[in-house]
Nanobody, 121 residues
Framework: QVQLVESGGGLVQAGGSLRLSCAAS????????VGWFRQAPGKEREFVAT????????TYEDSVKGRFTISRDNTKNAIYLQMNSLKAEDTAVYYC??????????????WGQGTQVTVSS
């Protein structure tokens, strides 16, 4: 079993930056890929980025490439999402999830409760 807790969300102006963190617990966490997803009001949950268990493979959704960076520190059981050049359309609840490396929600078995990111234009 893996438990995930996101933090770092908040209100930021367009063009600004935020760093989301995901704290994980559970002995098997280090064997899982971790993804970040987001969900805006009235929209489906969408893929943002994912990172393999070793950190050697990362994949990003096209709209965040060059602006967001996913990373992990397995010694701290932590995953990060550095978000730069934020836009109003990045406003959503952001979730981290642990599971298999992939871009669909069904690839992931464990989910956090989410953290709100609001970008004002």
């Amino acid at each position: 079993q893996v438990q995930l807790v996101e933090s770092g969300g908040g209100l930021v102006q367009a063009g600004g930056s935020l760093r989301l963190s995901c704290a994980a617990s559970g002995r098997t966490f280090r064997s899982y890929a971790v993804g970040w997803f987001r969900q805006a009001p009235g929209k489906e949950r969408e893929f943002v980025a994912t990172i393999s268990w070793s950190g050697g493979v990362t994949t990003y959704e096209d709209s965040v490439k060059g602006r967001f960076t996913i990373s992990r520190d397995n010694t701290k059981n932590a995953i990060y999402l550095q978000m730069n050049s934020l836009k109003a359309e990045d406003t959503a609840v952001y979730y981290c999830a642990a599971g298999s490396l992939g871009s669909r929600p069904y690839h992931y078995d464990f989910w956090g409760q989410g953290t709100q990111v609001t970008v004002s234009s």
